[in-house]
């Protein structure tokens, strides 16, 4: 199972959220609970076919991460609202593919974590 994390800011748009995934292919898409009735992360599922999974902001907290944006910290407790909603979404032994891409527009940031046999 892939899984796409992704973390945005107010405003972005389903060109920004599809940039930073760059044609990865994937699952299901995952963000914290509270934006992930965002349109533009519904409009992209619809147009991959794939779920979104909510993560509970409490469950993002103390998540390793393989970077760190102070912003992330500040609000979630953790280094990358990206990685670890795919971390957490994807679920036990999960593992990133890499670090998390921003799009061109950097509104929008993205991360892969893939688990075995799922």
């Known amino acids: 199972m892939r899984v796409a994390g992704l973390g945005f800011r107010t405003g972005a748009r389903l060109e920004s959220l599809r940039d930073a995934l760059a044609g990865a292919e ?9 934006k992930a009735a965002d349109p533009a992360l519904r409009a992209l599922a619809e147009v991959l076919g794939v779920e979104i999974i909510p993560v509970p902001a409490e469950r993002l907290a103390g998540m390793e991460t393989l970077t760190h944006s102070a912003r992330a910290w500040a609000r979630y407790r953790t280094g990358s609202l990206a990685e670890a909603a795919a971390l957490c979404a994807a679920g036990p032994g999960a593992r990133l593919v890499g670090a998390r891409a921003a799009s061109p527009d950097r509104l929008a940031m993205v991360a892969i974590a893939e688990r075995s046999g799922a």
């Open 26 to 34: 994937v699952n299901a898409l995952a963000t914290v609970a509270d």
